[in-house]
């Protein structure tokens, strides 16, 4: 009995949307670098984390510039993971050279990248599947709807939010729980 009330419990915390711990830790799912290397997640643990799907063709681009100065202003308190995708409109057509160069010139990326992804679907990346999943993240339910879909994970690996392609990275929406 005391186990249903358990389960029970951790339910309502979900649909009450609270932090909640995951079911899954985020430290343990594997992802690959833009480079091909593979890219240890731990090495996030302890800050804040933004991930964004990123495309070098979409009308959300520019958000490129944001997410370096958020990088370089919160680098000790946040670390960020772009994951470029192709699947909205074909927005992010590259190969890993020319995405990386592509973010080299015009943005001076100096936060990781990984490797092209999908975000949605039946071959939806492990990570866009923690990010979606409550009964993986503990938390919600999400959708990932365009380019530039922000989820920030706080220090301890939990879920805190999703903040839509037009909410700026830089934006006090996510600012406000950095400081």
């Not at 490797?115 to 979606?132: F, I, M, R």
């Not at 503990?138 to 922000?150: A, S």
Request: proline residues 5%; contains cysteine.
């Amino acid at each position: 009995m005391d186990s249903l009330q358990n389960s029970l419990d951790k339910l309502q915390n979900r649909k009450e949307n609270t932090l909640a711990d995951p079911l899954v830790s985020i430290y343990e799912i594997p992802v690959t670098s833009l480079n091909g290397e593979p890219l240890d997640m731990k090495q996030f643990k302890g800050k804040y984390l933004l991930i964004v799907n990123v495309a070098s063709r979409c009308g959300f681009t520019k958000q490129y510039k944001a997410m370096e100065a958020v990088y370089q202003e919160y680098g000790e308190r946040l670390a960020m993971l772009g994951m470029p995708c192709n699947q909205f409109a074909g927005q992010e057509p590259g190969n890993a050279e020319e995405i990386q160069a592509f973010c080299d010139r015009h943005f001076g990326v100096s936060f990781p990248l990984s490797e092209k992804v999908k975000v949605k679907g039946t071959d939806q990346h492990p990570v866009y599947s923690w990010l979606t999943k409550a009964e993986q993240n503990g938390r919600m339910d999400t959708k990932v709807k365009w380019n530039f879909q922000k989820y920030l994970i706080d220090p301890e690996g939990r879920l805190v939010d999703v903040f839509y392609s037009v909410t700026a990275p830089d934006s006090n929406k996510i600012l406000r729980h950095l400081n």
